[in-house]
Structures are given as structure tokens and as C-alpha cells.
């Protein structure tokens, strides 16, 4: 898979795991709404790590738990 669409699974898989909407998200996060929904839509090639530390910040978690994920293993991923 590409990178942006393990980006996207972790963080709908977190938003699921944490049971938040992806406005609670915003509301936490200060992330705007459309943005969340480009980056779990994969509309984006790549997310900037900014926003990505954003992310973990409304979702209570650090980029490396946010990484600690077998959608990140090299194998996963395509180049």
C-alpha cells in the first residue's frame, strides 16, 4: 500500500479504537475538518508530519505510537 493510505487506515483505525468522530477530532486536534477528511479520503500524495503531530496531539498519543503500526513495516509499503 502507499503511504498515504497507511496514514489514512491508522488514523480511522484510531478514531475507531478511541471511539471519536472525526469532528471531535477537530474540536481537539485544531486540524480542520476537511483536512482530516482529505487525509483519511487519501486525496492527498502525502501529509505533512505538522499535521500528522496535530493529529496525535487531539488524539492523546505520540507520532511514534502513531507509527507503531504494521501498516508502516517496509514490507507494507510500496515505494
Known amino acids: 500500500m502507499k503511504l498515504n493510505e497507511a496514514v489514512s487506515r491508522r488514523l ?7 471511539q471519536m468522530t472525526q469532528y471531535q477530532l477537530f474540536m481537539k486536534s485544531g486540524v480542520p475538518k476537511s483536512t ?18 496535530e493529529i496525535c496531539q487531539g488524539l492523546g498519543i505520540s507520532i511514534t505510537e502513531f507509527f507503531a503500526s504494521s501498516y508502516f513495516d517496509e514490507n507494507n509499503l510500496e515505494d
Open 12 to 18: 480511522q483505525g484510531l478514531l475507531d479504537e478511541k
Open 36 to 53: 482530516i477528511g482529505n487525509v483519511i479520503n487519501c486525496s492527498y500524495d502525502s501529509v505533512k508530519l505538522r499535521i500528522i503531530h
